[in-house]
């Protein structure tokens, strides 16, 4: 399962309750049917964060040797190790290794817990694309019978390609749960505002082609799979419609506008970065 | 208690060869310039190599027991303290495997400090040497609290100069490079500090005795005083926020 969202959603803080490093403002969480402090102390859980250089004055085999003298049904370390083609490595030091190799080592590590539930947060941040995909084979090669995998990412093409389920945030709340594909699709999604009195909402949203529709006033916020569809109808049906507006929206900014947080403050709180991808994405 | 755990946490430490420049190096450095040339004179009631050698060996653990919970705040800017606390490990042996480590490193430096010692003309009883030993052994539980008090509060960089510094005020004020006072107010405030009595351990060792009721009275109040400062500190540091 991917937990998909910009940064400042929210992933790295679920991810902190479920792992009980941090306790939820309101409401109660289960992990195994276990509360989380429980639950990790059961071994149910193994993580990967996203700070954690592996220590020092260890060589590789020791440092997964040691992780799994933690947990109570490990995983034999050798067979992680080749899973991970990390046993020509095993006698050298856990300091002199290049980035991929800590990234698949730090994998070695919660892979050979065995336990039921795999959390990882960001795991290939900081890696370049061949690195990111070298590392999903190996854990899916290196994956054990029955292991639950819930990552969190920025990546849509990441969550696409490595989960079955993607969950997207923004702003501390699920605005989207379904199957990657189902994802996909409203990626593609537009955002049409316009301003349109008297006209229920729930007319809109059951055209052809909306996605969701929510007003605001007399302003109407629609999410479009075939925008293009949408507006010639809405104009050709409505003559009050007016100041129109079409915006490309990626896959948050346009979740961002359903779930009234706005285009604007969603626009402005992300990095240049994000705004390249998210055209990409559109 | 976990023990594979443990034995790859010694190793890390046995393997760190920084750890061991103050705790072993430096005390071996000064009984080389000091205590060897002025052997066959007396300091404190004793004979001069003795007292410097107790000396030595308590500056030295005390340097290692600290180090070894000073190693908690490394792990803290690494990230690895909150990998731990997603792992089955419980906070308590995590926090013996530290003091564990300070009292391995303690040992070493005290073995190779008493060898040196008894080349260069210490001559102790073997009650004596058990007296010694174990009473520092003992001496030693304050300054490993207050270790887990300082790796949870301390950043990477004052780590270094808050721990030589509180070892040197403890060390001088003890009596470690010889006595500070025999009376007036800087021998009371001797008398009240741990590390007069890891120091004193060496004098009441030779003289077939162990600690007086108020040596074993400092000891506990500043553990006791220590234990609930590392707790706080554990628990500012690791609060579920």
């Known amino acids: 399962m991917a937990l998909l969202g910009p940064n400042g959603a929210g992933k790295s803080t679920l991810l902190d309750i479920v792992l009980g490093l941090q306790g939820p403002d309101r409401g109660a969480v289960q992990v195994c049917g276990l509360a989380p402090v429980q639950a990790v102390a059961a071994g149910h859980i193994g993580a990967m964060l996203q700070q954690g250089a592996p220590i020092g004055f260890l060589r590789v085999r020791e440092l997964v040797a040691m992780m799994a003298a933690l947990y109570p049904r490990p995983r034999p370390v050798d067979e992680v190790l080749e899973l991970l083609e990390l046993d020509d490595l095993a006698r050298r030091s856990t300091e002199r290794l290049s980035g991929g190799q800590a990234q698949r080592l730090r994998a070695a590590c919660i892979l050979v817990t065995g336990a039921d539930l795999l959390v990882l947060d960001e795991p290939t941040v900081g890696l370049d694309v061949e690195s990111r995909r070298g590392f999903w084979s190996a854990v899916r090669v290196a994956l054990h019978e029955g292991a639950t995998v819930v990552f969190a990412t920025h990546y849509l093409d990441e969550a696409d390609a490595n989960a079955d389920r993607v969950v997207l945030l923004a702003g501390g709340r699920v605005v989207a749960d379904g199957p990657a594909t189902e994802i996909r699709a409203r990626a593609a999604t537009r955002t049409i505002r316009l301003t349109l009195p008297r006209v229920e909402v729930a007319g809109l949203a059951a055209l052809d082609g909306v996605v969701a529709a929510e007003r605001h006033g007399d302003t109407v916020t629609i999410a479009a799979s075939d925008a293009d569809r949408v507006v010639r109808r809405l104009l050709a049906e409505h003559l009050d419609a007016r100041d129109l507006e079409v915006r490309v929206g990626g896959l948050e900014e346009a979740f961002l506008a359903l779930t009234g947080e706005g285009l604007e403050s969603g626009g402005e709180a992300e990095g240049p970065g994000r705004a390249r991808r998210m055209r990409k994405v559109a | ?241």
């Open chain 2, 1 to 241: 208690m976990n023990g594979t755990y443990l034995r790859f946490e010694l190793l890390r430490t046995v393997r760190n060869r920084r750890l061991f420049v103050f705790s072993l190096g430096m005390p071996l450095l000064l009984y080389g310039l000091i205590a060897l040339p002025n052997r066959h004179e007396t300091l404190g009631g004793i004979p001069f190599a003795t007292y410097y050698m107790v000396g030595m060996m308590s500056w030295g653990a005390t340097t290692a027991v600290l180090a070894g919970g000073g190693r908690i705040a490394v792990e803290r800017t690494l990230g690895w303290s909150r990998q731990l606390r997603t792992t089955p490990l419980r906070p308590s042996v995590y926090l013996a495997s530290k003091v564990a480590a300070g009292y391995v490193m303690a040992l070493a430096s005290m073995v190779v400090l008493a060898g040196v010692g008894v080349a260069s003309g210490v001559e102790l009883s073997a009650g004596a040497w058990t007296r010694m030993v174990g009473l520092t052994l003992v001496g030693l539980v304050p300054f490993a609290t207050l270790g887990i008090a300082f790796g949870h509060v301390l950043h990477l960089d004052s780590l270094g100069p808050v721990l030589g510094g509180t070892t040197a005020v403890f060390a001088i004020l003890g009596g470690v490079w010889g006595p500070v006072a025999d009376s007036g107010w800087l021998h009371q405030v001797g008398l009240a500090l741990p590390s007069y009595w890891l120091v004193q351990s060496g004098r009441v060792a030779v003289a077939g005795q162990l600690w007086p009721a108020r040596g074993w009275l400092v000891v506990g109040a500043w553990t006791a005083a220590l234990a609930v400062l590392a707790s706080a500190a554990y628990r500012r540091d690791t609060k579920r926020a």
